[in-house]
């Protein structure tokens, strides 16, 4: 009976450990197939139109998944008409959601340093020329001046970046609330970084920032903290690595502010 006992033990431990392998050399399979993404019940009609847009690639859709683009619009209170800006729209993963969902009455100024311009600069030209609402400009966010009564400003995964590219971001923070118009929304989100470090030298080195920095920055500019979510959080990622590791790709442990200018 004992023998008996330790046999099927056996076999179940083995048959575990062998079934974990097989998920991790499946998780690690960058040919197996993207998890689908479900929209949220009671996503507005123009998000869900944008999103499920038939021009958008495979490359865009199978990221959606961990970015859950869904939610975050819908966060960010962004709708049909609207006027938007965009920092660091190379790549056009949000642009062309800002695009569509604000339509030919709306829309979207792109802004990306010129550093961007060698790998990114003809796709976002050819954005624009396939999206008449679309206004793109390589410019120094330093003096840059941005359009006035802007109803929503997003910078997605890109305010550490203002610290490597000795951008100043008191002054740009003070030019968007100035841009925005009241009851406006500045949206960021960031990969997360380890408290108490050199901001510069973590985004530097690891592409992230403490979000403490980023809240006490842009609500000195004025902006009320809105909202803070953990939509995009992933406890599993403990701060160290560099978002840019495969293994972290899409994983990186993240926070949504939404900062708004006041009505009075």
């Known amino acids: ?36 993404y479900t929209l949220p019940s009671g996503t507005p009609r123009y998000i869900r139109a944008a999103i499920e847009d038939p021009a958008r690639t495979p490359e865009q859709r199978a990221r959606d998944f961990n970015r859950k683009p869904a939610e975050l619009l819908i966060m960010s209170g962004i709708r049909p008409g609207h006027t938007v800006v965009e920092f660091a729209s190379f790549g056009q993963y949000f642009t062309t959601f800002l695009a569509d969902i604000v339509g030919p ?45 802007v109803d929503e400003v997003f910078m997605v995964l890109y305010y550490h970046d203002l610290f490597i590219n000795k951008i100043d971001t008191a002054s740009l923070d003070a030019r968007i609330f100035k841009a925005l118009k009241p009851g406006g929304v500045f949206f960021v989100v960031d990969h997360n970084a380890t408290p ?54 899409g994983l990186t442990d993240q926070t949504v502010f939404v900062f708004r200018k006041p009505k009075g």
């Open 105 to 149: 009455k709306g829309s979207v100024y792109m802004y990306d340093l010129p550093y961007t311009d060698k790998r990114a600069g003809d796709a976002s030209r050819a954005f624009v020329a396939a999206h008449p609402n679309a206004h793109y400009q390589l410019a120094d966010y330093n003096t840059l001046e941005l359009p006035q009564s």
């Open 1 to 36: 009976m004992m023998r008996r006992n330790l046999c099927a033990g056996l076999a179940l431990f083995t048959a575990g450990v062998l079934g974990f392998a097989a998920a991790s050399a499946f998780a690690d399979d960058a040919s197996a197939p993207a998890p689908v």
């Open 196 to 249: 108490g470090g050199d901001t510069v030298e973590t985004a530097k080195k690891l592409h992230r920032i403490d979000p403490a920095i980023i809240q006490k920055e842009v609500t000195a500019a004025g902006f009320r903290l809105d909202k803070v979510s953990k939509l995009l959080a992933h406890p599993a990622d403990d701060h160290t690595q560099i978002v840019f590791s495969p293994a972290l790709r």
